[in-house]
Every structure is written in C-alpha cells, then in structure tokens.
C-alpha cells in the first residue's frame, strides 16, 4: 500500500460505481480521515452527496446524485422523480426521491425520503439500482409535481408506453385517503378534455426547453372572409403555423375535412404550414429541427424579398 492510500484500488472499486465511492470505502483502501478532509481540501475529490465522494472535475448531474444517494442509503428504492429520470423522463425537480421502510430514519440534504412499505410489483431493478415500477413512478411524480409538469410527464410516460392513460386512472382508486389524490384526480379531469390538448402540451413543452422563441399558442388568423381560426403554434412574424394532431383526431370524418379546408385557407392567405401527428412527436429532436429550419428559411425569404423590392425603388 502506498503511503497516500491504494488509489488503483479505489478506482476499481469506483469503476464499478458509476466513478462513486464512500468515505468508508476510501478508509478500506488506507486513506485516512486527514488524507480524505485533503483531498477534499485541494479538489482531488468531492463530496457528491454526504459521505458519498468522487475524483475532482466530475460534473455533479441529478442522475449521479440518485446513484450516489443510492449507494449511500442502502436498500433504499429511487422513487418520483429520481425513478423518472432512470426511465428517460425530463423532471424539473433535480432533487434524489427514495422510499425507505418506515421505520427508517434518513437525513440528506437535497434528498426527499419517503417512508412505506412497497408491494413487490411495485419495485424493479434496472442498472444495478432498486426504483419503482413505470406505473408506481408516474403516479408519485405526478403528486408531487406542479400541475404543468405533470401533465407533460404523464404525456410523455403515456407516449414511452410506460403507462396507459386507462392504467393511470385505475390506479386513483387505491390512491384514495393518501396525500397527493387531489394532484392526481386533477390531472385526469385536465388529460379527459381531448388526446389534442396532450399532444400540443408535449410540443410546447419541448419548444420551452429547447429555448425556441417567437411562437403564440392560439394564435387567431383572418383573411378576406374573417376568421380562419386558432393556431396550435403560430410564428406570426414569418407566417408559419404548426398544427398539432393528437392521437385519435383523424376518427372523426368531418373534423379531417374541416382541417384541410382551413389549411387551404392558410395556405391561400400566405402561411406555411407545418402539421405533426402523434407519431411524429416521438422524435422531438426531428420536430422541433424542422420547425427551427422553417422559421430561418422563411426569415431569409422575407429578407430577399426585402432587398429585391428596394433594388427596384
């Protein structure tokens, strides 16, 4: 062993650890308390999440401190939003979830303890790490969330096929008397206006993260015969609409129709028209790629447009 401690050793040891180790782990490799706080001291390491330590120069993510917090709270099961990120769900909240029995005391800062006793189906494994089942992780995220961001992520776990709209609302009922049912009842009432209002949500959200500017939900449109109607996304400035259909909306005959004869209204007044499906909104980087290369083709047009109609002044 060296004097500074078995370094290779705790590197192996970290390797298997997504690059995480404890204090206790350091000590098993020779460090002693004065080698850790140093190595603390000078950046060599950092504290990911209480006694849970990585080399220096390690980005601090939500999803590293779940593993750390994991690693450092054995048995515990990542849950809500921790559990929603292992299944590719963006949540807003960056804090670590777990559930723990409920005889168990737990005090991390940053990390929100749950106490219960979780049914077998409701716990699975996925990377080495204990969290709940898809369905259990939707219902607890969406408790918990603000009612915007829940809706979202219930939209999204619904398109991952995670969960069912019809799973979700079967589970409320053993939901009742415990905290949180009021979140969820709200949110089914909210997804029971129309499968359209999801799949808009889902691109809005999308256009939020991704920073895109410029757009106005419900945009109204006339043209010589009044009112057209109201955009799902409008780029007023550049004259582009983005139409948005939901999963079920070619069902109904005369709202198909109903739909063309309005685009040719738009089209016919001087918009370009983008329209998505449900489908198409499972590729979000595709969607919101054509929709940013439109809104500059069309920039550029206007600009040439521009130039030309001052070149024959």
Known sequence: MTRGGDQLRLDQMAAEQAGLFTRVQARECGYSDDQIRRRLRTGDWQVVLGKVLVRGGRVVTARLRD????????????????????????VSDGRSWITVGPGRRVRLDGVEVRRADLPDDDITMA???????????????????????????LDRAIQARLITFDEFVGKIGAEVGRHGVRALVGAVRRHALGARSTAERL????????????????????????????????????????EVDGRAWHSAGDRFQHDRTRQNRLVRAGWTVLRFTWHDLRDMERVT??????????RRRQADHGRSSGARH
């Open 203 to 242: 691109l809005v959200g999308e256009l939020r993260r991704r920073r895109i500017k410029g757009w106005r939900t419900n945009l109204p449109v006339h043209d010589a015969d009044g009112l057209i109607g109201a955009l799902d996304l409008g780029f007023e400035e550049v004259l582009l609409a983005v």
């Open 289 to 298: 790629t054509l929709i940013t290369e439109m809104v500059h083709r069309l």
């Open 67 to 90: 593993r750390a917090v994991h690693l450092g709270v054995p048995g515990a099961v990542l849950c809500g939003p921790s559990a929603a990120r292992r299944y590719g769900l963006d």
């Open 127 to 153: 990377d080495g790490l204990l969290l709940t089942s898809p369905a259990r992780t939707v219902l607890d995220c969406v408790r918990v969330l603000p009612p915007d961001d829940a809706d979202v992520l």
